[in-house]
C-alpha cells in the first residue's frame, strides 16, 4: 500500500471553529488532492497541488483553504466550520510523467461538524 | 447532464455469476478512464485504468466506448470479496462517479 497518513481520523468541531487535517505522504509523489465524500454526491475534489507551493481549486473549494509547503505534507483548512461540512474527507497522491492520473489514497477523515 | 454517472444500484448478484455495469460520461474529449473499488467505510482503492483497446487483469474486464461515450466494467465468476462499491474515474479533472453498489450472494 502507499505511504499515505491523514491526521486525526475522526473529529467532532463545533460550528464556527477553525479545523486543520493533516496528509502526510512518504512516496515523493508530486500530486496530492483533497476530497470530501457524501452520499449521493460520491467523491467531490476540494483543492489538489501540483508541486510545493502550488495549489488549485477543485469543483468544491468555497470554505477551504489549504497549503503544501513540504513535498509529503498538504493540509486542508477549514477557516470556520459549518455543519455542511459534516463529511468524510479523503486525502490522494498520484505521480506520472503525463499528468495527474492514478490516485492512491489515505484512510479517510471523519469530520463532524456539530 | 452530470459529467459522470452511474447507477448506484444495488447490483445483488449470486456468487459465481458474471456481472457488468457502466459508466458513462459527457465530455467527449475525455482521455482517462479508471474503475476503483470502495469497501465499505474504506478507502477507494485503484482496480484498473482502462484503456481504448480494452484490458483484462484476471476476472475483471474494462472496456471503453467512445462513440456512446461510456466504460464498463465486467466481472466473471464473482466472488463474496467482490462485493463493494465501484467508482468510475473520467479524465484529467478525475471526476468521479457516485459509485455503484455490487453484493455477492451467497
Known amino acids: 500500500d502507499a505511504g499515505i497518513t491523514q491526521s486525526p481520523r475522526h473529529k467532532v468541531t463545533e460550528t464556527g471553529t477553525p479545523v486543520t487535517l493533516r496528509c502526510h505522504q512518504t512516496?515523493?509523489?508530486?500530486?496530492m488532492y483533497w476530497y470530501r465524500q457524501d452520499p449521493g454526491h460520491g467523491l467531490r475534489l476540494i483543492h489538489y497541488?501540483?508541486?510545493?507551493?502550488?495549489?488549485d481549486k477543485g469543483e468544491v473549494s468555497d470554505g477551504y483553504s489549504v497549503s503544501r509547503s513540504k513535498t509529503e505534507d498538504f493540509l486542508l483548512t477549514l477557516e470556520s466550520a459549518t455543519s455542511s461540512q459534516t463529511s468524510v474527507y479523503f486525502c490522494?497522491?498520484?505521480?506520472?510523467?503525463?499528468?495527474?492520473?492514478?490516485?492512491?489514497f489515505g484512510p479517510g477523515t471523519r469530520l463532524t461538524v456539530t | 447532464r452530470k459529467e459522470v454517472e452511474q447507477d448506484p444500484g444495488p447490483f445483488n448478484v449470486p456468487e459465481g455469476a458474471t456481472v457488468a455495469f457502466n459508466c458513462t460520461y459527457s465530455n467527449s474529449a475525455s482521455q482517462s478512464f479508471f474503475w476503483y473499488r470502495q469497501d465499505c467505510r474504506k478507502e477507494p482503492k485503484l482496480l484498473m485504468s482502462v484503456y481504448s483497446s480494452g484490458n483484462e487483469d484476471g476476472r475483471f474486464t474494462a472496456q471503453l466506448n467512445r462513440a456512446s461515450q461510456y466504460i464498463s466494467l465486467l466481472i466473471r465468476d464473482s466472488k463474496l470479496s467482490d462485493s463493494a462499491t465501484y467508482l468510475c474515474?473520467?479524465?484529467?479533472?478525475?471526476?468521479f462517479g457516485t459509485g455503484t453498489r455490487l453484493t455477492i450472494i451467497p
Open positions: 497541488s501540483y508541486g510545493v507551493k502550488d495549489t
Open positions: 512516496e515523493n509523489h508530486r500530486y
Open positions: 474515474v473520467v479524465d484529467e479533472k478525475l471526476t
Open positions: 490522494a497522491i498520484s505521480e506520472s510523467a503525463n499528468g495527474p492520473y492514478e490516485q492512491y
